[in-house]
């Protein structure tokens, strides 16, 4: 029962820190549903029960995407939520090209746990980007961040075979869907 508490209170707590934040699809869907899928892919595809993976999945954009600190998910969370999510997130006072390319650099030496959690979050990503793209992005870059998230992801390649093969899955689809 402590560890369901503990899941939710991390939803609550990214639920308060997205909660104006939206998508940049063209329903402008709420951009909490993004983390909720993150942890959702990890439990039920990845078959990961680990309370410090699912936890770091909600909140894994809390620091790079609002003003949440690491100190604060340390504060409510633990040292080992604060240590995944600062792992995943980008410094965003880097130029994009280069979080982009840091992302691929630093995928195979992130750990177990935060690999879970990139590979999920690309995992999501092809699928918004395939299915409910920003409605300012051309083909050419929907297919181009197709393209980084499988130099991203084979970084990563060896964490969780069953979100493995749904990534293949999915970036296979999503470029016949795309390339029609």
């Not at 439990?43 to 995407?65: C, F, K, N, P």
């Not at 939520?81 to 840091?102: I, N, Q, W, Y």
């Not at 870059?141 to 999915?170: H, I, K, M, P, S």
Request: hydrophobic share 40%; with cysteine.
């Amino acid at each position: 029962m402590r560890d369901l508490t503990n899941l939710l209170q991390a939803l609550h707590f990214a639920a308060i820190k997205h909660s104006e934040q939206r998508r940049k699809d063209v329903e402008a869907s709420p951009y909490i549903n993004h983390p909720i899928e993150v942890a959702e892919t990890i439990a039920r595809i990845g078959q990961v029960t680990d309370l410090v993976v699912l936890q770091s999945a909600i909140l894994h954009d809390t620091i790079e995407d609002t003003m949440t600190t690491g100190e604060e998910i340390e504060r409510l969370f633990g040292l080992e939520v604060r240590r995944v999510v600062e792992e995943v997130t980008d410094d965003k006072s880097l130029p994009k090209a280069e979080r982009k390319r840091l992302q691929i650099e630093h995928a195979p030496h992130l750990s177990l746990r935060a690999q879970l959690v990139k590979l999920a979050d690309k995992i999501s990503n092809i699928r918004a980007v395939t299915e409910a793209p920003p409605a300012d992005w051309s083909l050419d870059r929907r297919l181009e961040y197709l393209d980084w998230t499988e130099n991203v992801v084979a970084g990563l390649r060896g964490c969780n075979a069953n979100l493995e093969a749904l990534y293949d899955q999915l970036l296979q689809q999503g470029r016949a869907r795309l390339v029609r």
